[in-house]
């Protein structure tokens, strides 16, 4: 009796075993996607005043040459309003320091070759409602790809894949890395235009592409690790990050380092690494950080809306006495001749 207890139990166990498991995991990608977007604006506001120092080093492989680079990154920031980003490189062609820089009234990119030079400006622009700062300037791309460490892919905001209608989460694994409870989420995101597949029919959808995540729920869902490749070949990039310190529940990022691969023979063409030197929140600074005069060079070369203007009342002054005196030349020349024509 007791034997043909157990083996009913064991049945019904079996039977639902996979139906719990995959519960569970139905359970983790619900919690993961609603989480997610929450918790990468809050860390997104947490670095609106933020400073630090970023060491890049990567090499690149270029018709077959390895080319090197190694690159010092300053940067603080008050967003939406004020941010500053200082480049500096130095390899075999020699020195040079860019610096990006934007405020409320204008943005500018400033270049020089050597230490004791002086700044020379790249280019200058007043912020306007139809001229703002692009997205590809160097202050948003580079602080993007250093900020959001914890949360973008390939140097893209996590969000937008999450939101994306083409991205379906087929697999959702927990796992443990240095005593760490982590979670592995693969995902796939089909080709624009495409219909993604049902994970839950287990279907893979041929083209676009497919990567995952390795995240920790207890650290607000952070990166440790991802992958992602087109599905036909081309490329796989692949990179982990290391945390040191916590601040308000968000690990705070130490180290990343990452490499592209050339598919299908596994070439690295790309590999990079960058050392956060130091890494301040909440930190302050006077708006004059963010000018021209910062650097030496006269708020006067733009003249953007802030920096008073001289008077037009002058040019309108001098306006009215030159048209007086033409007037009156014109009227000494009619006259003159009115009188030679009188005479006799």
């Given at each position: ?173 927990p796992l443990t890395h240095n005593g760490k409870n982590l979670l592995k989420v693969e995902f796939e995101l089909a080709s624009k235009g495409n219909r993604v597949a049902s994970p839950k029919k287990g279907l893979r959808q041929t083209g676009g592409h497919e990567g995952f995540l ?131």
């Open positions: 009796m007791r034997a043909m207890i157990l083996t009913c139990f064991l049945v019904i166990y079996m039977a639902s075993a996979p139906q719990m498991a995959y519960s569970q995991e139905d359970s983790l990608r619900r919690r993961f996607l609603a989480e997610y977007p929450g918790v990468i604006k809050a860390w997104e506001a947490k670095c609106a005043r933020v400073e630090g120092t970023v060491r890049y080093e990567g090499t690149r492989l270029v018709k077959g040459e390895k080319i090197h680079r190694d690159t010092m990154y300053s940067f603080k920031c008050n967003f939406p309003d004020l941010a500053l980003l200082t480049t500096t490189t130095r390899d075999a062609n020699g020195y040079d320091q860019e610096v990006d820089c934007f405020n409320k009234d204008y943005f500018f990119s400033l270049m020089r070759r050597d230490e004791t030079q002086e700044y020379s400006i790249i280019s200058i622009s007043e912020m306007s409602n139809k001229n703002h700062v692009p997205d590809n300037f160097p202050t948003n791309v580079w602080l993007r790809a250093f900020l959001l460490v914890p949360y973008s892919s390939l140097g893209i905001d996590n969000r937008k894949l999450v939101d994306n209608p083409n991205m379906s989460i087929y697999k959702i694994s390795v995240v920790s729920p207890d650290e607000k869902w952070a990166i440790y690790e991802y992958g992602y490749r087109e599905k036909t070949g081309g490329r796989l990039y692949k990179r982990a990050v290391h945390y040191k310190g916590v601040i308000d529940g968000f690990p705070i990022p130490e180290h990343v380092s990452g490499e592209t691969l050339k598919l299908p023979e596994g070439e690295v063409v790309n590999s990079y690494a960058y050392h956060f030197v130091d890494l301040k929140f909440d930190s302050s600074h006077p708006k004059n950080d963010f000018t021209l005069s910062a650097f030496g060079i006269p708020e006067s070369v733009l003249r953007p809306s802030n920096v008073a203007r001289a008077s037009r009342l002058g040019y309108w002054i001098l306006g009215l006495a030159f048209t007086s005196l033409i007037a009156a030349i014109t009227f000494k020349i009619l006259a003159s001749r009115h009188e030679r024509a009188s005479r006799p």
